[in-house]
C-alpha cells in the first residue's frame, strides 16, 4: 500500500482554517498555524481546550468538519480529500502506552514492521531498542517492565517505520517527577537527533517549555496564541494566556494619556488602539516584583510560600489589594513585614475586556 510523501523529506505540518464537532459542541475552532519541519513543537491548554482532537485531526483518527490538514506536500484531510491514518506516516505515543500484552517488547516494536524481510526488521528492532536502553530487555512482556520501560518501548515502536510527524499525547502524565523529566529530556533529544517532526499535547506549561521550540495555546477550541516559550511567557496575546501560563496578578486600571494609571503606579502603553479612560488590566508576573523592607512601606507580607529554591510572597496593599513577589530562598521573611515595592515594567502587560473566541 503507497503511503504519501515516502521520501519523508517535507516533513512540515499546516492546519488551514480546520474546525470539528461532536454532537453541536465545538470542540476545535479555525485553527490556523503550521509547525515547521523537524520541530518540536507543543499543543498547550487545559483538560477539555481540544488538544487531544487536535491530535486526533493530524493522525487521522478523526476527520474535520471544515478546513485542512496537509503533511510535507500533501493534503491528507480537507473537502474530498481524505488519507487514511496508516498511509500518512504518522507515529503516535499515547498516554497508556497501548502495547500489546501478549507480544514480548521486540513483537511490539517490530509490530509496524510487517512486510519487511525477517533480516531488515530484526536489525532495524535493534537498532531502535539501542536508541532507547532496552536491547537487554528484548524477550520480556509489557508486565515484566516499568512505567518508564514501557514508555520507551511505545516511543521505539513508534519509530520504528520512520514516521514522518510523531505525536505524543500526554506520555509522560503516569510517571513519576524525576522519571518525567528524565525520560521527557531524553525523547526530546531522540526526536531531535533524528530530525522527526514532533507534537506533543500536554496541559503541563513546564513540561511544554521546557521541550518545545514553540507552544501553541488552546482555549475552548480556540488558537490563543502560537509563539516561542518566552514570547508566550513574557507577551501573552491574549488574557487567558496571560493567566494560563504561569502565575499572575491582574490589577485594574484606566488609560490615561500614553500609560495606565493604577493603584500602584503608573505603566507604559504598547501599541495603538487604546482611548483615554478605557478600563483595561495590568499583567503582573511575580518574577517581576521585588521589594525591600522598610517599616514605612505602603504594603506588607500577609503571605508566605516556601517552593525550596525560591519563596512566593503575599503582599497586601492599603485597600486590600494582592500582589505577588517571587524571590530567593536564601532569606525568609515573617507575615507581617512592611516592605516597600519595585515592579519591572518591561514586562507588564495590558489586556482590554475581551470576549470568549466562541461568544
Known sequence: MAVVGDDRTSTRVELRGVSRSFGGLRAVSDLN???????????LGP????????????AGLERPDRGAIVI??????????????????VGIVFQDYALFPHLTVAQNVGFGLKGWPRQAMRLRVAELLALVGLERLD?????????????????????????RVMLLDEPFSNLDADLREELRTETRR???????????????????????????????????????PPEVYHRPATRF???????????????????VAAAIGTFPLTGPGWEAGQPVEVMIRPDDVDFTVDPDGPASISGVRFLGASVLYELTLPGGLKIHSLKSSTRTLAPGTRVRMNIDAAHVIVFPRERACNE
Open 139 to 163: 524477550a520480556r512482556y509489557p508486565h515484566e517492565l516499568s512505567g518508564g520501560q514501557c514508555q520507551r518501548v511505545a516511543l521505539a515502536r513508534s519509530l520504528a517505520p520512520a514516521p
Open 241 to 259: 494566556v496571560a493567566d494560563f501560563v504561569g502565575k499572575a496578578d491582574f490589577v485594574p486600571g484606566v488609560v490615561a494619556g500614553q500609560g
Open 33 to 43: 498555524f503550521s509547525i515547521e519541519a523537524g520541530e518540536f513543537f507543543s499543543i
Open 72 to 89: 510535507g506536500d500533501d493534503v491528507v484531510a480537507g473537502g474530498q480529500c481524505w488519507v487514511s491514518p496508516e498511509r500518512r506516516a
Open 47 to 58: 483538560s477539555g481546550c481540544g488538544k487531544t482532537t487536535t491530535l486526533r485531526l493530524i
Open 190 to 228: 531522540i526526536l531531535k537527533e533524528r530530525g522527526t517532526t514532533t507534537i506533543l499535547v500536554t496541559h503541563e506549561q513546564e513540561e511544554a517549555f521546557a521541550l518545545s521550540d514553540r507552544v501553541g495555546v488552546l482555549d475552548r477550541g480556540c488558537l490563543q496564541q502560537v509563539g516561542t
